[in-house]
Antibody
Framework: EVQLVESGGGLVQPGGSLRLSCAAS????????MDWVRQAPGKGLEWVGR??????????EYAASVKDRFTISRDDSKNSLYLQMNGLKSEDTAVYYC???????????????WGQGTTVTISS | AIQMTQSPSSLSASVGDRVTITCRAS??????LGWYQQKPGKAPKLLIY???TLQSGVPSRFSGSGSGTDFTLTISSLQPEDFATYYC?????????FGQGTKVEFK
């Protein structure tokens, strides 16, 4: 079964750091573009960032709201994706999802596999 | 950055109704648009990509249309399991952007 499982969420004080993990089973993450999407309590979905596939040298893109604070990385040996979050703010409080961009059509994005999400709460 | 505006923000409908949700982009995004369904406490689910291509396994009552700046998601005959929140997502350029969502509620 193809599955993504996020972990690492928790309660952190403003200004703190946290690293989220997204572990894959049933697929090889390095073959795919992978994204992080978040959802603040009671709010809509917000795209956070992308790590392109190994063939694209794991190049990254970020939303303006997290650029220079968040970093996406991978560990091929663990078939995992990470989101390092520094300088956390109250507005970063959200459920964070990792999602695979399916290779369904050239240059088209389609998040076909999602994790269950991990909750990050920023509060003093 | 491209802004995505969805309408309506919510709607009430009955089983069997035809439901239409629209998404407007702040600039031409060709057909680089997807639609997602989300139920409370669950991860989103891909319905449509490239504006009109139905994802495998998604019922044919869902359809998408549009190009350029104006897009539509249509549910031809609403079923009980379709009560959810729907989001569009532009993938024409970075940063990717979701619409604010449309909640489909039971009338």
């Amino acid at each position: 079964e193809v599955q993504l499982v996020e972990s690492g969420g928790g309660l952190v004080q403003p200004g703190g750091s946290l690293r989220l993990s997204c572990a894959a089973s049933g697929l090889t993450l390095s073959d795919h573009h992978m994204d992080w999407v978040r959802q603040a309590p009671g709010k809509g979905l917000e795209w956070v960032g992308r790590s392109r596939s190994k063939a694209r040298r794991y190049s990254t893109e970020y939303a303006a709201s997290v650029k220079d604070r968040f970093t996406i990385s991978r560990d091929d040996s663990k078939n995992s994706l990470y989101l390092q979050m520094n300088g956390l703010k109250s507005e970063d409080t959200a459920v964070y999802y990792c999602a695979r961009d399916a290779p369904l059509a050239p240059s088209k994005t389609a998040f076909d596999i999602w994790g269950q999400g991990t909750t990050v709460t920023i509060s003093s | 950055a491209i802004q995505m505006t969805q309408s309506p923000s919510s709607l009430s409908a009955s089983v069997g109704d035809r439901v239409t949700i629209t998404c407007r982009a702040s600039q031409d995004i060709t057909n680089d648009l997807g639609w997602y369904q989300q139920k409370p406490g669950k991860a989103p689910k891909l319905l449509i990509y490239a504006a009109s291509t139905l994802q495998s396994g998604v019922p044919s009552r869902f359809s998408g249309s549009g190009s350029g700046t104006d897009f539509t998601l249509t549910i031809s005959s609403l079923q009980p399991e379709d009560f959810a929140t729907y989001y569009c997502l532009q993938d024409y350029s970075y940063p990717l952007a979701f619409g604010q969502g449309t909640k489909v509620e039971f009338k």
